[in-house]
């Protein structure tokens, strides 16, 4: 059964850190797009960075140059780092992997870690 187990949120003040991680099990997903999507109330959940296999990444423009995703295959995890933080960040993160780099195209899903940057 395969299980992606999101941890790291919490609660930070604007211009802080955080850094979630993403432990999958299950199945190997050295082949897959790994991805951190985040849904803030009342908004569709957004891609917020991607990761595949060969390290080629992907970012929304408004975390760009703020956060660092990362993976290592051989530990079947993901991980996003997060700096300078604003309130605009503050969403239910959730990881994710499959064969397409979108939404529609992720297979597996986690349960979210909530993130609250407070101004």
């Known amino acids: 059964q395969v299980q992606l187990v999101e941890s790291g949120g919490g609660l930070v003040q604007a211009g802080g850190s955080l850094r979630l991680s993403c432990a999958a099990s299950?199945?190997?997903?050295?082949?897959?797009?790994m991805g951190w999507f985040r849904q803030a109330p009342g908004k569709q959940r957004e891609l917020v960075a991607g990761?595949?296999?060969?390290?080629?990444?992907n970012y929304a423009d408004s975390v760009k140059g703020r956060f660092t995703i990362s993976r290592d295959n051989a530990k079947n995890t993901v991980a996003l780092q997060m700096n300078s933080l604003k309130p605009e960040d503050t969403a239910v993160y959730y990881c994710?992997?499959?064969?397409?780099?979108?939404?529609?195209?992720?297979?597996?899903w986690g349960k979210g870690t909530l993130v609250t940057v407070s101004s």
């Open positions: 299950g199945r190997t997903f050295s082949d897959y797009y």
């Open positions: 994710a992997v499959g064969p397409i780099a979108t939404i529609a195209g992720m297979r597996y």
């Open positions: 990761i595949i296999s060969g390290g080629i990444t």
